[in-house]
């Protein structure tokens, strides 16, 4: 059974950060890639940022580039983003999501490809 849940969502103002938390309940042995997606009312669902199960490798949209930053505690299993310079634009719900990868090593850019998704955590940014 896998499970995530995040947190850290909230109201801020442009230029501004947020740090984005997510707990993941996942099976041992097994490896994941790890990834934050985001969500408009009435858009799809877009890619953000992922990173291996081992934390070694990380992928980003071309959107946040630069501002946005993915990292893992292992320790934990709990992978976070960091979200500064932020823009009204930066859409609304950010959801964390995983799938059961062969390798460590493996980081996935595709919204559609991941299996496990979390409930999703809001973010609001004003001008």
């Known amino acids: 059974q896998v499970q995530l849940v995040e947190s850290g969502g909230g109201l801020v103002q442009a230029g501004g950060s947020l740090r984005l938390s997510c707990a993941a309940s996942v099976r041992t042995f097994s490896n994941y890639a790890m990834g934050w997606c985001r969500q408009a009312p009435g858009k799809e669902r877009e890619f953000v940022a992922t990173i291996s199960w081992i934390g070694g490798s990380t992928g980003y949209a071309n959107s946040v580039k630069g501002r946005f930053t993915i990292s893992k505690d292992n320790a934990k299993n709990t992978v976070y983003l960091q979200m500064n310079s932020l823009k009204p634009e930066d859409k609304p719900v950010y959801y964390c999501?995983?799938?059961?990868?062969?390798?460590?090593?493996?980081?996935?850019?595709?919204?559609?490809?991941?299996?496990?998704w979390g409930q999703g955590t809001q973010v609001t940014v004003t001008t």
């Open positions: 999501a995983t799938l059961l990868c062969l390798l460590r090593s493996t980081v996935v850019s595709a919204a559609p490809e991941y299996d496990y």
